[in-house]
């Protein structure tokens, strides 16, 4: 007995059932990605703040040789002996007991040099920290990365179920003009730029320029304009002020999930643009398609 083909609506909503659970997931990846970025960058800024710091700490040390020479050949007897018996910057601040025959500048000057020695200590525990951690989030990362590609491909399985090897009709990527609501401002313009998007494919992960997932979009429109959002749903939720349905305007940020998942950007006439899941493309939609509206934020 020949089994009932699915019909593309029961697949469609198999799929919306599979994406619900999947983008948080992703999100969470987008979100570690941001903060190995972030841990990469701080990294580099310590390298270069170590290199010219043990060139100071080198250069006092130096001087405090020098100043430690000085007191000798003029005949100190307990230089040589506090020379001996001291073996550190932070010794020879404690222990050089001819201090009191140098004068204050002298005296700051050795100082310095275990300031500036317990400075460049800090600094490379911080390092090896960060570096630590930096590995963890790295092997993390890896791991999600495949299991998100695993789900991903399975997602696109069932659309190809569902609508044939050729990805089928999607109709149009437009429901009409796009803003639906043109305002010159910042919010108005980072609407129009999500308009200018509209056909990109979806790529989770992705702001650009070949492809888009749901935060990575709102994130570019609103590059545009001068705004940083981060490339994570939870963050962004947190930007600008909340504004209430009935006070949407054009660039306006619009949340679903809980937690938030999703996002799309406002472009008026209670239309959203948005990058909905994979294999399908940056596209204007009712903002009523996504389900509950969780937020509604303004950048700006």
Partial sequence: MAHAVPSPSSIEKQIDEQWNKLEPVIEQYNNVHNQLLKNRAQLKKIDKRLAPLELQVNLAMSQ??????????????NALKAMIVSGSPTGLTEKLTFLDQLGRHQRESVADVSKLRDKLSADRRDLDTLTNAVAARDKLLGQQKKEIQKKVDELQKLRIKAYGANGGDDGQFKTGPCPV?????KGGRAAQRACDLIGKPYVFGAEGPSGYDCSGLTKVAWAAVGVHLEHYTGDQIREGRSVSRSDLQ?????FYGSPVHHVGIYVGGNTMVHAPHTGDHVRMASIDRGGAITGIRRPA
Avoid: W
């Avoid at 405090?64 to 007897?77: K, L």
């Avoid at 054009?250 to 619009?254: C, R, Y």
């Fill in 64 to 77: 405090v040789g020098a100043m430690a020479g000085q007191a000798y050949m003029q005949g100190s007897p």
């Fill in 250 to 254: 054009p660039g306006d940020l619009v």
């Fill in 181 to 185: 609501d043109y305002a010159n401002d």
